[in-house]
């Protein structure tokens, strides 16, 4: 599966009939999916499909939604008044025999009338509203399917940064490992150092004491479980950016638990370079966790 970043932007245009019609969509960052859409009045009716057509391709994002639909073509219908007219022809009827050779009704005459006739725009049936929200409905998926391929088209890019931040939190991981500090003689000449600041002008040696920052020091120069647990979160980031899909959730919890060896790894350091490393390491997995953020 492809990466997505959650960053993208469509727009697709088209016409139905005497209608034409525009998509828009654009999409942010967000913990989840929120699709927030704007429809003209009278297309209420599309906003079931538009999620469903929406969240088969996207698992996350702010996404803004709207559509707008203009009729290029106005026609005009005369509708009746039956009701008006039966009255007026009951009139007629009820005064006739007390006309004087009435004139014949004349259309213009009928039309004459208020309310008998209205002039207002014609409706399309059922079966060409149908026609036309299947072309707007199309309209969506291709837009979609835009906004889809540029978020993937995004995500790669994201994919190769990514990439890069996690070589350089390895090659951080096997400097510290490789620092002489760490070395055993090395730690021994500090041992031997400590001993010899604690012993230096004391005249009642408290051996417990002594062993206490003996132990101390062992410990703070051990970074190996930090090393080891730095090594395994870098195999599984790989291994989450080559399977793709919807992984940001997954390389933040990484990217927290790199941040934490880290934390521990400094703390630790008895080394200015293993701290300078710690510290570049720390700026590094902030990059990637920066970056992950964009990542669907």
Known sequence: ?????????????????????????????????????????????????????????????????????????????????????????????????????????????????????????????????????ADILGGLSAAADAMVAMRQSEGVALGHILSDHISRIEELASQIEADPARRPEEIGRRLEAQVASLMDGATGLDRDRLHQEIALLATKADLREEIDRLKAHVTAARDLIAAGGPIGRKLDFLAQEFNREANTICSKSTSVAVTAAGIELKVVIDQFREQVQNLE
Do not use: C
């Not at 019609?21 to 859409?37: M, P, Q, T, Y």
């Not at 499909?49 to 088969?56: I, M, S």
């Not at 004139?103 to 009928?110: F, G, I």
């Open 1 to 133: 599966m492809t990466l997505q970043s959650m960053t993208g932007f469509a727009r697709v245009e088209g016409s139905s009939g005497r209608y034409r019609w525009a998509w828009e969509l654009r999409s942010v960052n967000g913990k989840g999916l929120d699709i927030r859409s704007r429809l003209p009045q009278g297309h209420e009716h599309l906003e079931a499909d538009l999620r469903r057509l929406l969240g088969a391709g996207l698992s996350r994002g702010n996404l803004q939604v709207g559509l707008t639909v203009t009729v290029s073509e106005n026609r005009v219908e005369a509708v009746l008044n039956r009701d008006a007219l039966d009255a007026v022809l009951a009139l007629r009827k009820t005064l006739g025999p007390e006309l004087v050779d009435p004139a014949p009704m004349r259309l213009d005459s009928l039309l004459s009338i208020r309310g008998l006739v209205d002039l207002r725009e014609a409706t399309d049936d059922a079966e060409a509203i149908a026609a036309r929200d």
